[in-house]
């Protein structure tokens, strides 16, 4: 009895000295906020590590999180999918730049509709959302699309419930092509939704729209294209229909000014260019212009480098689209000018 | 207890008597102020949790002032917040999951208590009390997969057909049939609490004497008769604060209702339609809220959860005081 107590003893006090040991080997980068850029910052993390023996300390809590950590210091980097407006950056001394984007894309539930078959423009997808457009067989719709069987059933609408990313991207775009929903509802991460249902997560809206007959709703693009859901086309701002694919997503990314707006706050929504897809968006990182702990910034910054140069490649399997070269130039080119450590000097030179 | 044999077997004098005594008293002293601590500790941390939400909630609660209790907007793009639609919904889906799961959870008690042959007392015992072990996301997502689908196909349209004529039930059953709404978030709950209904009203009914009973019995009352004018009378006090607990969990269950009741956040006169509850809406929103004044406005549908859940536990105290009572007269 005695014996096993103190075998057991010992064991404890291994095990404790081994965490100790592994937690003072791996400084670990840390990091929280928005939740739809985590499996691509995961993967990065795996390859990084294997790389560099260095890992990554991710907590996907969403936008809102990310943001409150880093403004509290408790975190080196926060990542939002909505950016903040330059004033804000000032405000709390943080700079923010893009990692990836990724689309959205309206999924419907009709029957007889196959993936792509319906064309919707801004001002009807608006309407729709808005309660104004009620029945698929509506006239705007028949339209859009003359050749199409559409069903004289009730549209339902489904939406997020809870507070996200693609809400905001999704509801900015709405803001831009339809000025009643910019006058009744606006564009946030959450917002007062004039009709529908609410479904938590990706996963919920696929659900719900999976299972509602005349449903619509909207998803992030990946989990649109990996469930094989019912797509819809969209009416581009140069009067194109056009399928939501990584292509149409780059487009649209081209034709932002990036270099001209302050703080990297573009959102790719309603951009121009015959094959841009209009509902876009870039998912961002937050740091702070004089860290605190310069070593770990620096860390922080080798990793995205990294990330930037040779994660391209994981982004697309993951169905992210990376950010163009020139844009990534562009970042590299921030971190130089404004983030230094206690001497003035940039903590990071980019690879770029 | 060892010092104490020992003291009691060998004659041993009046010092040693009177040390052992004092060890003994000093021990228990020990054990009163570890059992104090133990005490004060929850009052301490209930009252830190009050005032954490106190504080928290502050700020919305000075913006708005009372028009937080009745407004029905929530909208964080304006940053105007009012809890009426939460309210509701929180509400309205306790009380139907009641009215679903009293009767039958006690029906179940009594059945058997009373009724069901002893073979099948201990499975159907112990099927029951698995449901309180199933983790409320799993009632959530059959809700949603396996329920939902079911009510819309089902029941919702038959509701509607139902009722599509006759006033106000019409307005009661109307809507298309989402599947999900407040009617389904009524049903899950009504679930998740009946085994919390029944496991406690079969506790006190089995500690009615058997003596009332046989004597009732043997008056030539039948079993209905001994379960009505015996059996529930002599346990209502038990019956009721099942049925309490069971509300109190109701009233603050999170996940399960988050899935299926739809999150929006309106007050609609048909049961079909989406709403939201407090807890749900703090889930939702939470990770994702930025800005002071939003944050804030949830804390204090915390502070709003919090209070409720006290009013409903003070009237249960007060009906409890009133049937004792009644009894005693």
């Given at each position: 009895m005695k014996l096993s107590m103190i075998a057991l003893r010992s064991a404890a006090v291994a095990a404790a000295a081994a965490g100790f040991a592994t937690a003072v080997a791996a400084a670990d980068i840390s990091g929280a906020g928005a939740t739809f850029p985590y499996p691509i910052y995961a993967k990065w993390a795996d390859a990084y590590k294997k790389e560099t023996g260095n890992g990554l300390n991710y907590q996907s809590i969403g936008s809102g999180g990310g943001i409150k950590q880093i403004q509290a210091k408790t975190v080196t980097f926060g990542a939002s999918d909505m950016p903040l407006k330059p004033d804000e950056l000032d405000k709390s001394g943080l700079i923010q730049f893009p990692t990836v984007m990724g689309g959205v894309v309206p999924v419907v539930n009709v029957p007889g509709l196959k993936p792509g078959e319906l064309v919707l423009d801004g001002a009807t997808l608006g309407d729709i959302f808005l309660g104004k457009v009620t029945k698929w067989d509506d006239a705007a719709i028949k339209k859009l699309n003359p050749n199409a069987k559409l069903p004289g059933q009730a549209i339902a609408v489904v939406h997020r419930s809870d507070g996200s990313g693609t809400t905001f991207i999704f509801t900015d775009y709405l803001s831009k092509v339809s000025p009643a929903w910019k006058d009744k509802v606006g564009a946030a991460t959450a917002v007062e939704w004039p009709v529908g249902i609410g479904a938590k997560g990706n996963e919920g809206v696929a659900g719900n729209v999976g299972q509602t007959g005349g449903s619509i709703g909207y998803v992030e693009y990946a989990y649109a294209k990996q469930n094989k859901m019912t797509h819809t086309r969209l009416v581009n701002l140069d009067g194109k229909a056009v399928e939501p694919t990584a292509k149409a997503f780059q487009a649209s990314a081209a034709g932002a000014d990036w270099a001209k707006s302050q703080g990297f706050y573009v959102i790719l929504t309603n951009e121009k260019g015959a094959d841009a897809w209009p509902i876009a968006g870039a998912t961002f990182i937050l740091m702070?212009?004089?860290?605190?702990?310069?070593?770990?910034?620096?860390?922080?910054?080798?990793?995205?480098?990294?990330?930037?140069?040779?994660?391209?490649?994981?982004?697309?399997?993951?169905?992210?689209?990376?950010?163009?070269?020139?844009?990534?130039?562009?970042?590299?080119?921030?971190?130089?000018?404004?983030?230094?450590?206690?001497?003035?000097?940039?903590?990071?030179?980019?690879?770029? | 207890m060892a010092e104490l044999t020992l003291v009691q077997e060998h004659p041993v004098s009046a010092t040693a008597r009177g040390s052992s005594l004092r060890r003994l008293a000093r021990t228990d002293a020990f054990f009163h102020g570890l059992t104090r601590a133990a005490a004060l500790a929850v009052l301490g941390v209930l009252m830190g949790v009050i005032l954490a939400l106190v504080i928290g909630a502050w700020p919305a609660l000075s913006h708005f002032g009372f028009s937080f209790l009745v407004s029905q907007s929530w909208n964080p793009v304006t940053e105007k917040f009012g809890a009426l639609a939460p309210i509701f919904g929180t509400i309205i889906t306790s009380a139907i999951a009641m009215l679903f799961a009293v009767p039958i959870g006690i029906g179940v008690a009594i059945f058997l208590t009373e009724i069901c042959p002893p073979l099948l007392r201990r499975p159907v015992g112990i099927a029951i009390e698995l449901l309180a072990g199933i983790p409320s996301i799993i009632y959530g997502i059959w809700g949603l997969f396996v329920l939902a689908p079911l009510l819309q196909r089902t029941i919702q349209p038959f509701l509607i057909d139902l009722f599509g004529n006759v006033p106000l039930l019409s307005s009661l059953f109307a809507g298309p049939p989402y599947g999900i709404g407040v009617l389904t978030a009524s049903i899950v709950l009504a679930i998740m609490i009946l085994p919390f209904i029944t496991s406690i009203t079969r506790d006190v009914f089995e500690q009615v004497p058997p003596m009332l009973k046989e004597a009732a019995f043997g008056l030539g009352c039948t079993t209905r008769e001994v379960i009505r004018k015996v059996v529930i009378p002599y346990t209502r006090v038990g019956v009721t604060g099942g049925c309490m607990l069971a509300l109190g969990r109701a009233l603050g269950e999170t996940m399960a209702v988050t899935f299926v009741i739809g999150n929006a956040h309106k007050i609609n006169a048909s049961l079909l339609a989406p709403g939201t509850t407090i807890s749900a809406t703090i889930a939702n929103e939470f990770t994702e809220a930025v800005g002071d004044l939003y944050t804030s406005a949830l804390i204090a549908l915390g502070l709003l959860l919090f209070v409720i859940t006290f009013i409903v536990l003070a009237i249960a105290r007060v009906m409890l005081a009133r049937v004792a009572r009644k009894a005693g007269k």
């Open positions: 702070h212009k004089q860290p605190q702990d310069p070593a770990a910034a620096a860390e922080a910054l080798r990793f995205f480098d990294w990330a930037y140069a040779k994660g391209d490649k994981m982004a697309e399997e993951l169905d992210y689209v990376p950010m163009p070269d020139s844009v990534v130039k562009l970042i590299g080119k921030t971190w130089a000018d404004q983030i230094k450590g206690k001497d003035g000097k940039p903590i990071h030179a980019s690879m770029m | -």
